[in-house]
DNA sequence: ACTATTTTGGTACTAAAGTATGAGTGCTAA
DNA sequence: TTAGCACTCATACTTTAGTACCAAAATAGT
């Protein structure tokens, strides 16, 4: 989020230069208002395009190799028995239910479960903690 | 191919009319230079977005490509586009609110796709079926 | 030009998922 | 023995997900 701002913050700051450069530049007689024109508008557009390829770069997935499990990494996280069997059931597309009905447990527990796993991995959402899971090789693929 | 060329020649010509259109304005005396060029920049850099976020699509493919995605399986589910679009998002953990606001929809549409694309892969929930589509290699890792 | 498919969107629900908070049990290391 | 941790479960919500049904556009293919 903060990325976020903060580049958001650097585009707006770049419009004010540029805004004022064309400003400056109405007054300089050499150039007619077209080339002018012309100018800022290639400049804008090149604006336009960093913005919209940085807005891609958020989309680009890490690839992981099918592989063993990086225990180190479980560690690193602080990773408990139990979180990472429920882990490895959701991963699977079990529901909250099924998970507790397969451990024996109640869904209160799998839900508390979850939870804490979600912020170990910060994360939020469970297809998004799988991807993570993954990518991190705490599970199997 | 034909799609995108029509879409560039729109571009295009959208630029040579705002062009012309900004030239105009400026023998308007109630407009100042100032609002003329800031008016024109951002429409500039809404085309530059655009164009950019046009651009993406390609590059997304060279860059998360290393494992081959069997595009043989994906006909044979009879997946469209957008549903496969959708569904590399969510394979990413993006809720259907984001999803929709990467790929500038409403909510209701992504819950349609998503529903489409849960009978079409024989699953119930979502994350089922980010396993099973990485399963079947329909996309990426 | 005319279909078939895709894509988009809406309403109205029901079902899961997720959050917040508290609390009891048992095990273990200081 | 007691402080800490893992595990268990509950209640009470809020938020997402998912289903069902419908319908209007935009595109693609013939």
């Avoid at 585009?11 to 400056?24: G, H």
């Amino acid at each position: 989020m903060l990325k976020t701002i903060f580049r958001f913050g650097l585009i707006i700051a770049a419009l004010l230069i540029l805004f004022e450069l064309s400003k400056a530049s109405l007054f300089i007689p050499e150039l007619s208002s077209d080339v002018i024109i012309a100018l800022s508008g290639a400049v804008f557009v090149g604006l336009g395009i960093y913005v919209g390829l940085k807005l891609r770069k958020e989309r680009i997935v890490e690839v992981t190799a099918p592989v063993a499990i990086d225990h180190e990494q479980v560690k690193t996280l602080g990773l408990s028995e139990r979180e990472m069997e429920v882990l490895q059931l959701i991963a699977e597309g079990f529901s909250n239910k099924e998970v507790a009905e397969k451990l024996f447990l109640s869904e209160s527990t799998i839900k508390t479960h979850v939870s804490n796993l979600f912020v170990k991995l910060d994360v939020k959402r469970r297809a998004q903690a799988v991807t993570k899971a993954k990518a991190l090789r705490i599970i199997h693929a």
